[in-house]
């Protein structure tokens, strides 16, 4: 192809000029050809990192010692704060210091600027959105407001005829003047508030071209901003003037006719709250697909727990947490540190697992990436039983009082307790007195949703704690029919409440308040399911662990049904 007679040309290399650039110097930053390797690299092979053009910047390029000329910086002093190549590592100067290879450090910055850019894009940025529609709303709709006052002025200055036309000026002249000012504070506001979303949104690209970069300096030089961002403008309250009749005196005319009470400005610091980016809302397929499906070999379904749809934890009946792939192969094996079988396994948006120790009374994690068990959380008098990570990175777990006679599911953030849900406004117990399995998931409206095994029901509560509805299952239409028995709990992108009954091999469907929805029918080979969506994300698909029939081994099955 001729590029002078074409309007879209091949990425040619920069060197000749002629040949495909198929390859791609990671140091340099410059497309090559085949042929013309040999000569970029004729200086220096360690000076030059040549890799295939669809995997350029997936080297790191260090910076060279500024003690050891031939040597490059990989590694960082973290009390010195100063990168170190090997033989600086090795000397004197930083003995006894902690190390750590800048990779790592790559790889955690990394990791942070995807967890500002999601927090940005899915949580702050949305709800600058929805503040800046509020304001402007309110911006639209001011004229209206002051209108319907101004009407009632007039309206009952007809009654009073020419003897108060002057009063009637005076006061429409000063309902202008408040609502200038009115305005004017307003679009002062959304002024300040839509530079901010500016910010962000400039905030948001930096973050991505940080991503994108292999500039090892330019990563570590990344300084996050989130805090800043966190912090909401506080909320404009204004209360709008009334006209206040007064019986007609013409003596004393000003004071007879009325008045005006002043428009009030306040800023509210708790008025904006955070709100994460609502996907866009569905209907269900007629017919639920079968994306996939594998055995696993294994015994003793306890729960499962998915990230991004590619690594499905199990949790069975037995001291070990097994990691498959979504082609079910298997790729890790975690055992719990007491050697007793965990209650229940949630994952956490970065990827840590989350396990309850009912032997310890403790919640534990497993750090992305490692074997290594660190206890969070360790209970006095109660046992753990299960748990789930919020959509705000919050922990919730479900436990039960040592001698069984009490039940609850605490709220924590960053494992320090905040929020404890256990009685209703009579006193009562909202869940079973048990040590039985109670499921765990929160709605996309902040709902607390339990699948309380003991009570035969779904319990949901308010972010406040507060009982909203139960859901003892449907009226027996069959003499086959058995009593509502849940299990496994799942929500989905719509706010519908998603629940396996185990007795009767279907998940029940209800809405967020509590409406019953046509069951998912899951055959009769189905002795119990356990049943979630991914862990914070968006995309469609639910996943079933189920017991076989027949060899009492369990396996994965993908569904796709638009939730």
Same mark, same amino acid.
């Given at each position: 192809?001729?590029?002078?007679?074409?309007g879209?040309?091949?990425?040619r290399?920069e060197?000749?000029?002629?040949?495909?650039?198929e390859?791609?110097?990671?140091?340099?930053?410059?497309?090559?050809?085949?042929?013309?390797?040999?000569?970029?690299i004729?200086n220096?092979?360690?000076?030059?990192?040549?890799?295939?053009?669809?995997?350029?910047?997936?080297?790191?390029?260090y910076?060279r010692?500024?003690?050891?000329?031939n040597?490059?910086n990989?590694?960082?002093?973290?009390?010195?704060?100063?990168?170190?190549c090997?033989?600086c590592?090795?000397?004197?100067?930083?003995?006894?210091?902690?190390?750590?290879?800048?990779?790592?450090?790559?790889?955690?910055?990394?990791?942070?600027?995807?967890k500002?850019?999601?927090?940005?894009?899915?949580?702050?940025?949305?709800?600058?959105?929805?503040?800046?529609?509020?304001?402007?709303?309110?911006?639209?709709?001011?004229?209206?407001a002051?209108?319907?006052?101004?009407?009632?002025?007039?309206q009952?200055?007809?009654?009073?005829?020419?003897?108060?036309?002057?009063?009637?000026g005076?006061?429409?002249?000063?309902?202008?003047?408040?609502?200038?000012?009115?305005?004017?504070?307003?679009?002062?506001?959304l002024?300040?508030?839509?530079?901010?979303?500016?910010?962000?949104?400039?905030?948001?690209?930096?973050?991505?071209?940080?991503?994108?970069?292999?500039?090892?300096?330019?990563?570590?030089?990344?300084?996050?901003?989130?805090?800043?961002?966190?912090?909401?403008?506080p909320?404009v309250?204004?209360?709008?003037?009334?006209?206040?009749?007064k019986?007609i005196?013409?003596?004393?005319?000003?004071?007879i006719?009325?008045?005006?009470?002043?428009?009030s400005?306040a800023?509210?610091?708790?008025g904006?709250?955070?709100?994460?980016?609502?996907?866009?809302?569905?209907?269900?397929?007629?017919?639920?697909?079968?994306?996939?499906?594998?055995?696993t070999?294994?015994?003793g379904?306890?729960?499962?727990?998915?990230?991004e749809?590619?690594n499905?934890?199990?949790?069975?009946?037995?001291?070990?947490?097994?990691?498959f792939?979504?082609?079910?192969?298997?790729?890790?094996?975690?055992?719990?540190?007491? @050697?007793? /079988? #965990?209650?229940?396994?949630?994952v $956490?948006?970065?990827? =840590?697992? +989350?396990?309850?120790?009912w !032997?310890?009374?403790?919640?534990?994690?497993?750090?992305?990436?490692?074997?290594?068990?660190?206890?969070?959380?360790?209970?006095? @008098?109660? /046992? #753990?039983?299960?748990?789930?990570? $919020?959509?705000?990175n =919050?922990l +919730?777990?479900?436990?039960? !009082?040592?001698?069984?006679?009490?039940?609850?599911?605490?709220?924590?953030?960053?494992?320090?307790?905040?929020?404890?849900?256990?009685?209703?406004?009579?006193g009562?117990?909202?869940?079973?007195?048990n040590?039985?399995?109670?499921?765990?998931?929160?709605?996309?409206?902040?709902?607390?949703?339990?699948?309380?095994?003991?009570?035969?029901?779904?319990?949901?509560?308010?972010?406040?704690?507060?009982?909203?509805?139960?859901y003892?299952?449907?009226p027996?239409?069959s003499?086959?029919?058995?009593?509502?028995h849940?299990?496994?709990?799942?929500t989905?992108?719509?706010s519908?409440?998603?629940?396996?009954?185990?007795?009767?091999?279907?998940?029940?469907?209800?809405?967020a308040?509590?409406?019953?929805?046509?069951p998912?029918?899951?055959?009769?080979?189905?002795?119990?399911?356990?049943v979630?969506?991914?862990?914070?994300?968006?995309?469609?698909?639910?996943?079933?662990?189920?017991?076989?029939?027949?060899?009492?081994?369990?396996?994965?099955?993908?569904?796709?049904?638009?939730?």
């Amino acid at each position: 192809m001729d590029p002078r007679r074409s309007g879209q040309d091949v990425i040619r290399c920069e060197l000749c000029k002629e040949n495909v650039g198929e390859m791609y110097c990671d140091f340099c930053h410059i497309r090559l050809c085949i042929p013309c390797i040999g000569s970029h690299i004729a200086n220096g092979y360690d000076n030059h990192k040549v890799v295939p053009f669809q995997k350029r910047k997936s080297t790191l390029v260090y910076t060279r010692c500024t003690i050891h000329e031939n040597k490059r910086n990989k590694f960082k002093c973290v009390e010195c704060n100063v990168c170190l190549c090997s033989l600086c590592v090795s000397s004197n100067s930083h003995k006894g210091h902690d190390l750590v290879h800048l990779s790592q450090v790559n790889l955690t910055t990394k990791q942070s600027v995807r967890k500002d850019e999601r927090e940005l894009k899915n949580i702050i940025s949305p709800t600058y959105d929805a503040i800046v529609s509020e304001l402007e709303s309110k911006v639209a709709g001011l004229d209206n407001a002051y209108d319907e006052v101004i009407f009632s002025i007039i309206q009952h200055g007809e009654k009073l005829h020419k003897e108060v036309d002057n009063v009637i000026g005076n006061m429409k002249n000063e309902l202008n003047e408040m609502k200038n000012s009115h305005l004017d504070i307003l679009k002062k506001k959304l002024d300040g508030v839509v530079q901010q979303r500016n910010s962000i949104q400039q905030g948001m690209r930096y973050l991505w071209e940080i991503e994108q970069s292999n500039e090892i300096m330019e990563i570590m030089e990344y300084k996050s901003r989130i805090e800043e961002f966190r912090q909401l403008p506080p909320k404009v309250q204004i209360t709008l003037p009334t006209f206040n009749a007064k019986s007609i005196n013409t003596e004393d005319m000003r004071n007879i006719f009325g008045f005006l009470t002043r428009f009030s400005s306040a800023l509210d610091e708790q008025g904006y709250t955070l709100k994460r980016k609502q996907p866009e809302i569905k209907e269900f397929l007629n017919e639920e697909e079968l994306v996939t499906t594998f055995i696993t070999e294994l015994e003793g379904l306890n729960s499962i727990a998915v990230v991004e749809n590619e690594n499905i934890w199990i949790n069975r009946k037995a001291s070990d947490m097994n990691c498959f792939d979504s082609e079910g192969r298997l790729t890790k094996t975690i055992h719990s540190s007491t @050697g007793e /079988i #965990p209650n229940d396994i949630t994952v $956490t948006e970065d990827g =840590d697992i +989350l396990y309850t120790d009912w !032997k310890s009374s403790s919640i534990n994690v497993v750090k992305n990436g490692t074997a290594n068990i660190e206890e969070k959380i360790t209970l006095h @008098g109660w /046992i #753990p039983v299960n748990l789930c990570v $919020t959509f705000f990175n =919050d922990l +919730l777990v479900s436990m039960y !009082k040592e001698d069984g006679s009490e039940s609850k599911v605490v709220r924590y953030t960053d494992f320090v307790e905040k929020q404890t849900i256990q009685y209703g406004d009579n006193g009562q117990q909202l869940l079973s007195a048990n040590n039985f399995i109670k499921y765990l998931a929160e709605n996309r409206n902040r709902d607390i949703c339990v699948a309380d095994n003991g009570a035969n029901a779904v319990v949901v509560v308010a972010q406040s704690g507060r009982l909203r509805f139960q859901y003892k299952g449907q009226p027996q239409i069959s003499p086959n029919q058995q009593q509502f028995h849940p299990f496994g709990i799942a929500t989905d992108s719509q706010s519908h409440i998603l629940t396996s009954d185990s007795d009767n091999h279907c998940i029940h469907i209800i809405d967020a308040d509590g409406y019953f929805m046509p069951p998912f029918e899951e055959g009769t080979a189905c002795c119990f399911a356990v049943v979630c969506r991914s862990v914070h994300q968006q995309f469609p698909f639910i996943f079933f662990a189920k017991n076989a029939h027949i060899e009492m081994k369990f396996g994965i099955q993908v569904y796709h049904n638009n939730i």
